[in-house]
């Protein structure tokens, strides 16, 4: 016991050394020069050796960072089981983070590397869920007043924000470096050059409707319209990460065949198709998806980009935190858009709603078409 006590305050005094540092952003084209310089060299190792110098450090002081900030949140949040156990996750990946720290870039060592990278990945993918369920705990129990509730809308607007960019680093290094490769031979890292934006959103719609189908035995189709103003007739492409595009796509398109079903009613012969237009410009990629559900009151629209909002039933919480269900809801928790938000502004972007009470909803995600 006493030896736990001392491997804790070694590591509380590291996580307070390393949190202050702040750490180094890095934009679109950064991540896309450097993995294509990495590709160009031949061999992969000088690299490798770079992008490995960097992420033992980085990385721990963005993990420092997250967990220090979680010590921030309300102390009944923080003894809720799922809380306590994404906290555990973070000393856990800091810890095995730290085990790099000395050693110098063998192959032996690199292969260490991307495996501790792996389990972080690992460990790390229901951080959301479980932090969601905590809040949720939280609220049932004692209930949540309107400073608790900003301070939570803070603390996730940061905490998933620098989880994002975790992420992003960790899934560059796997994907260019190890034995993980990208789902297409052209993407660097995870990041396509040549990203086909109408592809992502017919994927994002098409996994969306069979949600939709399967919880309302019905759904909307979808009218799709491109413009290309800076290379006409040619397919629209930008530099991107299609997985982000096609999380904030999924989002939208789910919210929005949700709100059309619900404002028609399941026994209605035929509902009003979706319509989504996308627009290159030569500064922005806008992409609106518009539907006919019924629209949100104007003094509605802010809280939709609260993650302690949500118009639609919460889904079945597991009470077992190592357990918890793995089933797709169509909407409940509330992290939806606010999330979808983050995903956007990471790379500049941004996502807004507009809405006609009574008539339909506009859904706005701008892209940097520049990087």
């Known amino acids: 016991m006493r030896l736990g006590r001392v491997v804790f305050n070694r590591l509380a005094t590291l996580i307070n050394s390393y949190s202050n ?31 490995y110098e960097f992420l033992k450090e980085e ?33 856990k990946s800091f810890e095995d983070m730290l085990s790099h720290k000395e050693k110098k870039p063998s ?11 792996n389990n972080i990945v690992n460990r790390h993918a229901d951080v959301v869920q479980q932090i969601a369920m905590g809040i949720v ?45 990208p789902d297409h031979p052209v993407q660097i890292g995870a990041i396509d050059p040549s990203c086909d934006v109408v592809g992502v959103l017919k994927d994002a719609y098409s996994s969306a409707k069979f949600l939709c189908d399967q919880y309302y035995l019905c759904s909307p189709d979808n009218d799709f319209v491109s413009v290309n103003r800076v290379e006409k007739d040619e397919p629209i492409e930008l530099v991107y990460v299609p997985s982000h595009l096609y999380h904030m796509a999924f989002e939208l398109y789910k919210n929005a065949m949700r709100a059309v ?91 807004h709603l507009a809405s006609i009470d009574g008539h339909s909803t506009d859904a706005f995600i701008y892209l940097k078409v520049k990087i």
Not at 28 to 49: I, M, R, W
Not at 107 to 117: A, G, I, M, P
Not at 147 to 173: A, P
């Open 21 to 51: 540092y702040n750490p180094s952003p890095l934009s679109l084209k950064q991540f896309t020069d450097f993995g294509k310089h990495a590709n160009s060299n031949g061999t992969l190792y000088p690299t490798e050796v770079k992008s």
């Open 59 to 91: 990385l721990l002081v963005r993990l420092a960072l997250m967990s220090k900030e979680m010590l921030y949140l309300p102390d009944k949040l923080i003894k809720t089981s799922s809380v306590e156990l994404v906290y555990s996750w973070y000393l």
């Open 107 to 117: 192959q032996d060592e690199l292969k260490r590397f991307s495996k501790t990278l």
């Open 137 to 181: 705990q939280l609220q049932e129990t004692y209930g949540i007043d309107q400073k608790t509730e900003q301070n939570i809308q803070y603390f996730l607007d940061r905490f998933l924000m620098s989880r994002i960019s975790i992420r992003m680093l960790i899934n560059q290094h796997l994907l260019i470096f190890s034995e993980r490769k």
């Open 261 to 351: 079903i619900e404002y028609h009613g399941e026994a209605a012969k035929t509902y009003p198709n979706l319509k989504t237009l996308i627009v290159k410009g030569q500064e922005d990629l806008s992409i609106r998806i518009t539907d006919y559900g019924g629209g949100i009151p104007h003094a509605k629209i802010p809280l939709v980009f609260r993650y302690m909002y949500s118009s639609a039933p919460r889904p079945a919480i597991s009470s077992d935190v190592y357990s918890p269900t793995t089933t797709a809801p169509l909407a409940g928790y509330g992290y939806g858009l606010p999330l979808s938000k983050l995903y956007a502004r990471y790379f500049n972007g941004d996502l």
